[in-house]
T-cell receptor
Framework: GDSVTQMEGPVTLSEEAFLTINCTYT??????LFWYVQYPGEGLQLLLK???ADDKGSNKGFEATYRKETTSFHLEKGSVQVSDSAVYFC???????????WGAGTKLIIKP | GAGVSQSPSNKVTEKGKDVELRCDPI?????LYWYRQSLGQGLEFLIY????????KSGLPSDRFSAERTGGSVSTLTIQRTQQEDSAVYLC????????????FGQGTRLTVV
């Protein structure tokens, strides 16, 4: 069945470092891909999405490109801030628009 | 309220007891979803409500799990005769139109069965 694999955390970086959180997927068909973020003490929220191959989703300085050839949707940011500390989830669309298939999440810790 | 509210935020219960988890969605949101996140795993879909009816309850893991929604608003997830494997964070989300990408999530209820 369809699945999502994320790099295990926690990922610890210094402020202003370059961030990559890897996400690869297995899917039949052409799913949409998503990154969600959960900041400490808050609910999950959609960070960005891409609906077809080669699309780039972007938001708050984060980017991810839908790569069909490598079945990947890696999350990147050029210069992280302490406020980016959170848990990041990669997901792909499932059978319905509410049944996303989720990765296990990657905790990101940014040190000043 | 301004966001999706879940209560309690933490619940510790003894194996075999029943528990009720509550979700107050954003006012006016007709779609409501329950998910479960076990340690180190992604979110697992449980049930979807549109209004007061549940067109998809396929994710409920056993007949010990049930959920209802009244007045198109508050929803309660009930777990009967809790087991240790029920320990997880239970998340609720709501949206104005069906679709998770338009949804807002609550902070979750952390359930621990001892």
């Amino acid at each position: 069945g369809d699945s999502v694999t994320q790099m295990e955390g926690p990922v610890t970086l210094s402020e202003e470092a370059f961030l990559t959180i890897n996400c690869t997927y297995t899917a039949t068909g052409y799913p949409s891909l998503f990154w969600y973020v959960q900041y400490p003490g808050e609910g999950l929220q959609l960070l960005l999405k891409a609906t077809k191959a080669d699309d780039k989703g972007s938001n708050k300085g984060f980017e991810a490109t839908y790569r069909k050839e490598t079945t990947s949707f890696h999350l990147e940011k050029g210069s992280v801030q302490v406020s980016d500390s959170a848990v990041y989830f990669c997901a792909l669309s499932g059978e319905s628009n509410y049944q996303l298939i989720w990765g296990a999440g990657t905790k990101l810790i940014i040190k000043p | 309220g301004a966001g999706v509210s879940q209560s309690p935020s933490n619940k510790v219960t003894e194996k075999g007891k029943d528990v009720e988890l509550r979700c107050d969605p954003i006012s006016g949101h007709t779609a409501l979803y329950w998910y479960r996140q076990s340690l180190g795993q992604g979110l697992e879909f449980l049930i979807y409500f549109q209004g007061n009816s549940a067109p998809d309850k396929s994710g409920l893991p056993s007949d010990r799990f049930s959920a209802e929604r009244t007045g198109g608003s508050v929803s309660t997830l009930t777990i009967q005769r809790t087991q240790q494997e029920d320990s997880a964070v239970y998340l609720c989300a709501s949206s104005l139109v069906p679709g998770l990408t338009e949804a807002f999530f609550g902070q979750g209820t952390r359930l621990t069965v001892v």
